[in-house]
């Protein structure tokens, strides 16, 4: 069973930092691109970037851009999404989630459609 684990949420001030951690287990970790997505509540839910299995292509939303990065220690089975200068408006449910390598490209790495796995989610929620 595939199995995708959001932690490291949590409740912090304009500006604070946070670290999200997705550990997988069930699939070929090395495999597979993960890639980040972020739902608030009432909108669709948003990309936030994504890593290829090697780890050295990453993409990202604009808007996180310079403030966010991605990484992954396929040893541990774990992506990471490190947040600096957070925002109000990146107050959302993240989700981690997994797509076969070869299913991603420049094109199409943002489309949630291309992901076969997902986790449950984590919280982040940024006060003024």
């Known amino acids: 069973q595939v199995q995708l684990v959001e932690s490291g949420g949590g409740l912090v001030q304009a500006g604070d930092s946070l670290r999200l951690s997705c550990a997988a287990s069930?699939?070929?970790?090395?495999?597979?691109?993960l890639g980040w997505f972020r739902q608030a509540p009432g909108v669709e839910r948003e990309f936030v970037g994504a890593?290829?299995?090697?780890?050295?292509?990453?993409y990202y939303k604009d808007s996180v851009k310079g403030r966010f990065t991605i990484s992954r220690d396929n040893a541990k089975n774990t992506v990471y999404l490190q947040m600096n200068s957070l925002k109000p408006e990146d107050t959302a449910v993240y989700y981690c989630?997994?797509?076969?390598?070869?299913?991603?490209?420049?094109?199409?790495?943002?489309?949630?459609?291309?992901?076969?796995?997902w986790g449950q989610g984590t919280q982040v929620t940024v006060s003024s």
């Open positions: 989630a997994a797509a076969p390598s070869g299913a991603l490209s420049y094109l199409n790495y943002g489309q949630a459609g291309r992901y076969d796995y």
């Open positions: 069930g699939l070929t970790f090395s495999s597979y691109a």
């Open positions: 890593i290829k299995w090697g780890g050295a292509i990453t």
